[in-house]
C-alpha cells in the first residue's frame, strides 16, 4: 500500500479536506509568495528571511505568528520523508500558482523518488465561472481527487524553472515563455500574464490592479471602503487576493482619494486614470520587488502587452 501526504493551498481548505476522510497526512502551506521579493532556493534560511522581513514590513506580521504558522509547518513538512504518494490541492489564480511553483522546486530537490499529483480547480462546468476548491461539493472533490493529475518528471521540471524565472531580476524572461501547452498546469500561463501585468504602465505609472482601484471607486461610487474591498474581491479575475493585500494597494493611492465614506477620488486621482498626467514617480518604491524583479525597474505597455526595462 502506497502512504499519501497532501499539501492544501490554505487552511480553510485544510479544515474541509480533514471532513473527506481521505487517507494521508495533510500539510498546509500558507506562504504568500506572490507578493514582494522571493529567492529561488525554497526552504532556504535566506529564503524564509526575506519572506518575513516582508510580511512584517508591509503586514506586520510578528516573528512569534511566523514561527508558529509558518516555520513549524514547514518543519512538519520536512519530517514527512516516508510518504511515496503526495498531492496537491491548488487553484487557478496568481496567489495559488505561485505558491504551487514554490512546492514543486521545493519537492524536486527533496522528494525527488515520490509520485507527485495535482487537483487544481479553476474551470469545473460550462460556465465562465471559476471555482475555488471550497467551492466545490464533496462528491466533487472526491471526483476531483479520484482524477487527480499524475505530474511527470518533465511537468516537474517545466515548474521549477518557471519558479527559477519567476525569481530572477528579469521579467521580460517570463514574457517569452511559449510552451505552457506542452505541460500539465491549466492556469499556469493566465497567471503569469497577470503577473506581468502588475508591473506599472506606460499609460500613467500605476499597474493594472491600481487603475483597477480608481476605475471601480469612480465608476461603482462605493459607499464605503468596505463596499470598495468587497467589490475588488469579487471581480478580481485571476489574481486570487484577500481584503489585506487591496487594503496595501489603496493605502499606496491614498493621496488620490478625497474620501473612503464615500469613496471619491480627488481631481488628480481622475486625471491619472484618464491618462492625462502620470504617477509614477510619486508612486515609485525602490525596494518593491514582484518576485526577483524590482517593480519599478520596468514598465508595462498595454496596448502591446509587453514588458519594457527602464
Request: with cysteine.
Given at each position: ?15 474541509k ?7 494521508g ?26 519572506l ?9 506580521v ?14 512538519s ?28 522546486s ?54 521549477d ?12 524572461r ?8 506542452n505541460?500539465?498546469?491549466d ?11 502588475r ?10 490592479l491600481?487603475?483597477?482601484?480608481l ?10 471602503k468596505k463596499?470598495?474591498?468587497s ?5 478580481q ?13 489603496i ?14 477620488l ?45
Open positions: 500500500m502506497s502512504s499519501q501526504l497532501h499539501i492544501t493551498n490554505g487552511d480553510s481548505f485544510t479544515q479536506l480533514k471532513t473527506l476522510k481521505l487517507k497526512e495533510i500539510i498546509t502551506w500558507r506562504e504568500m509568495l506572490c507578493e514582494g521579493k522571493t529567492e529561488t532556493n525554497v526552504g532556504s534560511e535566506s529564503f524564509w528571511k526575506t518575513f522581513d516582508f510580511l512584517h514590513k508591509n503586514y506586520k510578528s516573528k512569534s505568528w511566523f514561527v508558529e504558522k509558518t516555520l513549524k509547518e514547514y518543519r513538512l520536512c519530517n514527512h520523508k516516508q510518504q511515496d504518494q503526495i498531492i496537491l490541492w491548488f487553484e487557478y489564480d496568481l496567489f495559488c500558482q505561485i505558491n504551487m511553483l514554490a512546492v514543486l521545493w519537492l524536486k530537490k527533496h522528494r525527488r523518488y515520490a509520485e507527485i499529483y495535482l487537483v487544481c480547480t479553476g474551470d469545473e462546468d460550462e460556465t465562465n465561472r471559476l471555482y475555488r476548491l471550497n467551492d466545490l461539493s464533496d462528491e466533487q472533490l472526491l471526483n476531483s481527487y479520484e482524477n487527480k493529475i499524475k505530474l511527470s518528471q518533465n511537468d516537474i521540471e517545466y515548474a524553472y518557471v519558479w527559477q524565472l519567476y525569481c530572477s531580476d528579469n521579467p521580460i517570463l514574457e517569452n515563455l511559449i510552451d505552457f501547452d505541460y500539465q498546469f492556469y499556469l500561463s493566465d497567471a503569469i500574464k497577470v503577473h506581468l501585468r508591473f506599472p504602465t506606460i499609460k500613467n505609472g500605476l499597474n493594472e491600481e487603475n483597477r482601484v476605475e471601480f471607486s469612480l465608476q461603482q461610487k462605493p459607499k464605503s463596499e470598495l474591498l467589490s475588488l474581491t469579487q471581480n479575475g485571476f489574481y486570487g487576493f484577500g481584503d489585506t493585500q487591496y487594503e496595501r494597494v493605502s499606496n493611492l491614498r493621496p488620490l482619494f478625497s474620501s473612503f465614506n464615500p469613496v471619491r480627488t481631481r488628480k486621482g481622475k486625471e491619472i486614470l484618464e491618462g492625462q498626467t502620470n504617477y509614477y514617480s510619486q508612486i515609485r518604491d525602490n525596494e518593491d520587488y514582484l518576485g526577483g524583479a524590482l517593480k519599478y525597474n520596468f514598465l508595462y505597455n498595454t496596448e502591446s502587452g509587453r514588458i519594457l526595462k527602464l
